[in-house]
């Protein structure tokens, strides 16, 4: 929008086109910048008429309708977590365009980094001279270890997950069936987790993201004494040039806590972590 400019509503020809998305399942492939400049300008006096305009597509059976509709309770469960790794299109035609679109844009694109960024590390953990501990906080669908697990059915890994909603628990016990030595579950807020034990690596894809800065830095101090000598804690965070926030906000009504390199330094400082261990990788 340009400054000092605001709109009332949505044009006519804006309209038509949004309805004609709608008609057809969701935008094609070349009507994806229109969409998203209209998304990216609305005002939020405006976002119920929009959401009024797409609201056949605002429903479970697609992507953007689940995060909007969360069917769970809660943004980000373990059933979209799920989806969007496994890059899930419903083969509906009038909802598969939407979701095509979804797993299209930069934020779905992370998710899934997110996960093979972990199979790297527990790969490079997994060196088989003893076994390793790791702890997941938030572990969702449990899709990432249920996929390291399958490529490395010797693993001398031990996995820890740890999820408040008992729905995602049994959706990673059904999915991790015939893994259950190496993998224990904990249904519990992590807030109130108390590990037993030291890990070699604690890892958090997503959680952080809807934390507040207090709740993070008390997390950051929580747990990182439980890491054996060597050990890693590793929290991902959508930073806040996440060029997809504002169709998360708008389509899904999904929002996080973004977070800059300088943010993430400050509160693992305020946690009392040593400068020297603090690192951040940036996609």
Known sequence: MYPGIK???????????????????????????????????????????????IGDALNVNTLIGH???KPYGYPGDFSIIHNIYKVFVNPDPRYSNWDRFFQNQAGAQA????????????????NGTSEKMVLILGSGPATDVNEYLR??????????????????IDFAK???????????YFRINVLRF????????????GLFDYFRDRHFVYMISKYFKYLAE??????????????????????SAWYL??????????????????????EVDME
């Open 230 to 251: 060597g050990g890693e804690f590793i929290i991902g965070n959508f930073s806040n040039s996440n060029p997809t926030r504002r169709l998360m906000e708008v389509l």
């Open 67 to 69: 995060g909007y509709v």
């Open 151 to 168: 490529q490395n059915p010797c693993s001398g890994i031990h996995f820890d997950l740890v999820d408040f909603d008992q729905n995602a």
């Open 111 to 126: 998710v899934r980094n997110r996960k093979d960024y972990f199979l790297r590390r527990c790969r490079e953990l997994d």
């Open 174 to 184: 059904q999915q991790n069936h015939g893994f259950e030595e190496m993998v224990d």
């Open 7 to 53: 709109r009332k509503q949505l044009s006519s020809e804006e309209r038509r086109f949004l309805e004609s998305l709608v008609e057809k399942g969701g935008p094609e492939p070349e009507e994806y910048g229109e969409f998203t400049a209209i998304v990216n300008n609305l005002e939020d006096d405006e976002l119920n008429g929009f959401r009024e305009v």
């Open 194 to 205: 108390k590990p037993y034990q030291w890990y070699d690596l604690i890892w958090s894809a």
């Open 257 to 278: 806590n973004h977070r800059s390199k300088y943010d993430l330094v400050r509160m693992a400082l305020e946690a009392e972590a040593r400068e020297e261990l603090v």
